[in-house]
């Protein structure tokens, strides 16, 4: 049954601080918006949006830069039953082009410099608005002019709060549907393992289009009803500066790895701080350590996908342990099976697959893709190469698909390989992520030439990249090989290009 207190926004207002003046964001340069703020402006963007003709159900695709506009729209989305679909700023056109053609969505917010260029790929019947890092554009415009009818929409507890675009090992990204429930569950459950205190702030440093930064971080935040110091980027510098004034920092590995670069980077920065909670890629025990040496305090690994949010935690109180991401949330199940869904002993490697009230609802408009990534009984198959010990404790060996993790955002090698073997002078190629002291894994395509066509260098290639993927999906180098060696079954060797390569980078 539809009713307004299955929606994630009214959880959120019944948790809202007694006095709304309270923080709920802090900027870089001190600007700083209340629970007033946040419930006001929300309920206006939506009123805004829904005179524009979005209504309940309706896809919102979002492509603009960190802010606490940015927030308030997400927000907005969420109270007024909209599909919120966040978009990493770095996507190049042509992938923006197939989001905008498979979600279809109503209404397109980009910044004011991307607009003219992202109308191109839009259809007639699809509206485009803007808003800057400033809180600037025709969507702030239509949100000042509308009235706050403080619009909170009914909904199933399983309606769909979000679709988030995660890449598929075919190239083709595929849209997860999360609801309003996974996106409570996860909430709540995380406020209560990590122990938040009343009032404390977060440190906000993530990108806001990915799950860690949004779900993870935001709703964590909201569901404590207290403030973030929000930056618009990691930053050493800037971490220093504002985490004596943080109670909880949230980062991927490579940020934790950059701090330790920083010499000024000590206990005494530290002192205030309770808890630092790693995720999104394998964490190093190397960082891990040399973290716990310098500060004193043990970084808490935790595991999760865009999919299932998150699964496993190390304890808050309780044994944190370099290379575990812990122990399955409470209301998760997690099993290790092999391929064809057999639980295999403790200790022994096999596929993680999980079950719980965090498990999204399905891709979208792929109803055979969803099927085949879930098990009979219900379990969703994560593609992550897992171990488990006779205490539940979970430690991530691998991953199946060969997913490449760069500074903490994901690279399906498929998709950038597509796109190097339609360049002229290229017969074929394998990409692979290779060691890289800072960005945990560095893209790297191995490529053999067209003996037919002139001979192509790595710039050609390097620079027919760049119009047609994402920055950070672009390899960092790009080598040139005779053969691509295969086993008896035609597949390339990727760990043997792995092995051979493996210093590139040192
Ligand atoms: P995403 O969907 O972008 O959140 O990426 C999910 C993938 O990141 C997972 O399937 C894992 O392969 C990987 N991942 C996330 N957290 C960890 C972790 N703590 N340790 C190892 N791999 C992780």
Same mark, same amino acid.
């Given at each position: ?314 304890? %808050?109180?309780? &044994? *944190?342990?370099? =290379?575990?991401?812990?122990? /399955?949330?409470? #209301? ?6 092999? +391929? ?77 390989? %597509?796109?190097? &073997? *339609?360049?002229? =002078?290229?017969?074929?190629? /394998?990409?692979? #992520? ?6 945990? +894994? ?65």
């Amino acid at each position: 049954m539809k009713s307004e207190s299955n929606n994630l926004y009214a959880a959120f207002r019944d948790r809202f601080p007694t006095d709304l003046g309270a923080t709920f964001i802090q900027t870089e340069d001190d600007r700083v918006y209340s629970y007033r703020d946040l419930d006001k402006t929300s309920a206006k963007t939506a009123a805004a949006m829904e005179s524009m003709g979005v209504k309940l159900g309706d896809r919102v695709a979002v492509q603009i830069e960190k802010s606490a506009e940015a927030v308030f729209l997400y927000l907005a989305c969420i109270r007024m039953g909209a599909i919120y679909l966040p978009l990493n700023t770095a996507y190049s056109l042509s992938e923006l082009k197939y989001f905008s053609k498979d979600a279809e969505p109503r209404l397109f917010v980009a910044t004011p410099d991307t607009a003219a260029t992202i109308e191109r790929v839009l259809n007639d019947d699809q509206v485009l608005l803007t808003l800057d890092q400033n809180g600037r554009g025709s969507l702030a415009e239509k949100t000042e002019a509308a009235t706050d009818t403080g619009l909170i929409a009914p909904v199933e507890a399983n309606d769909v709060a979000s679709i988030v675009y995660t890449s598929g090992t075919t190239g083709r990204p595929k849209g997860a549907m999360i609801t309003h429930q996974n996106l409570a569950f996860h909430a709540q459950t995380l406020h209560k393992l990590w122990g938040f205190v009343p009032g404390e702030m977060l440190l906000h440093t993530l990108p806001i289009y990915h799950v860690h930064g949004l779900f993870i971080a935001i709703n964590c935040v909201l569901w404590n009803g207290s403030g973030m110091r929000f930056l618009e980027k990691f930053d050493a510098d800037a971490v220093l500066k504002f985490l004596p004034e943080c109670g909880v920092m949230m980062g991927v590995p490579t940020f934790y790895s950059r701090l330790l670069a920083n010499e000024a980077f000590d206990a005494e920065v530290c002192s205030k701080t309770r808890l630092f909670i790693s995720g999104s890629a394998p964490l190093l025990a190397n960082t891990f350590d040399a973290f716990q040496k310098r500060t004193g305090h043990t970084i808490l690994e935790r595991y999760g996908m865009t999919e299932t949010g998150m699964i496993t935690s190390n304890p %808050l109180d309780g &044994d *944190r342990v370099a =290379g575990s991401v812990g122990f /399955a949330l409470p #209301g998760v199940e997690v099993r290790i099976a092999d +391929e064809s869904g057999e639980v295999v002993d403790d200790g022994e490697t096999g596929i993680l697959e999980l079950r719980g009230e965090n498990v999204f609802q399905g891709y979208w408009r792929q109803p055979e893709k969803t099927k085949q990534e879930f098990r009979p009984d219900g379990y969703f198959i994560s593609g992550d190469l897992a171990k488990k010990d006779k205490s539940g404790r979970v430690a991530i060996v691998g991953r199946e698909k060969d997913l490449i993790i760069t500074g903490g955002l994901n690279v399906y090698p498929k998709e950038v390989e %597509l796109e190097i &073997d *339609r360049i002229k =002078g290229v017969d074929e190629c /394998a990409v692979i #992520g290779l060691p890289h002291a800072d960005f945990g +894994e560095a893209v790297t395509a191995i490529v053999r030439r067209d003996a037919r066509l002139p001979s192509i260098e790595e710039t050609e290639i390097t620079d027919a990249l760049k119009a047609r993927i994402a920055g950070f999906k672009q390899p960092k180098r790009v080598l040139f090989i005779d053969d691509l060696p295969r086993n008896a079954m035609g597949k390339v060797q990727k760990n043997l290009l792995r092995e051979q390569f493996s210093e590139l980078y040192d």
